[in-house]
């Protein structure tokens, strides 16, 4: 964590959900230094049009929001729209890693919409996956 720290130069702490793949290029470090030093409202927005565009060159930031972003809204928001990136490399890689990690269900039942966009998941497991996230509190 403390490389990715170095490599992004943040100086607030991560709290990512998983390790995210490097090393990052310039451009990708350029893009995740300007998207972290916006509001939360301005990172939603952000995280919004990038998935518009669905420009493959913007995966880093949708990435970076769904391993690291502080804010639970920033994470379901890219989470969204994650499946728009599909032919990126390294879009499967990640979700399988995040499927295996089973991440906090905060993030249910984005997560699981992504997993079965990316055919991670069949419908039997999304069921499971959502009942489980809804009855972790009982």
């Known amino acids: 964590m403390k490389l990715l720290h170095h490599l992004l130069g943040l100086r607030r702490p991560l709290v990512p959900v998983y390790e995210p793949l490097l090393p990052l290029s310039e451009h990708d470090k350029a893009l995740v230094q300007r998207f972290v030093q916006m509001d939360v409202d301005s990172r939603i927005m952000r995280i919004i049009d990038a998935g518009e565009s669905a420009d493959l060159s913007e ?80």
């Open 59 to 138: 995966f880093p930031l949708l990435q970076f929001a769904i391993a690291a972003d502080l804010d639970l809204h920033v994470k379901l928001a890219a989470l969204r729209r994650i499946h728009l990136f599909y032919d990126h490399p390294r879009a499967v890689p990640m979700m399988t890693e995040l499927k295996e990690k089973k991440v906090i269900q905060d993030l249910e039942p984005y997560l699981s919409i992504a997993l079965q966009q990316f055919h991670l998941i069949d419908g039997d497991e999304f069921k499971r996956r959502i009942y489980e996230a809804n009855n972790a509190d009982a």
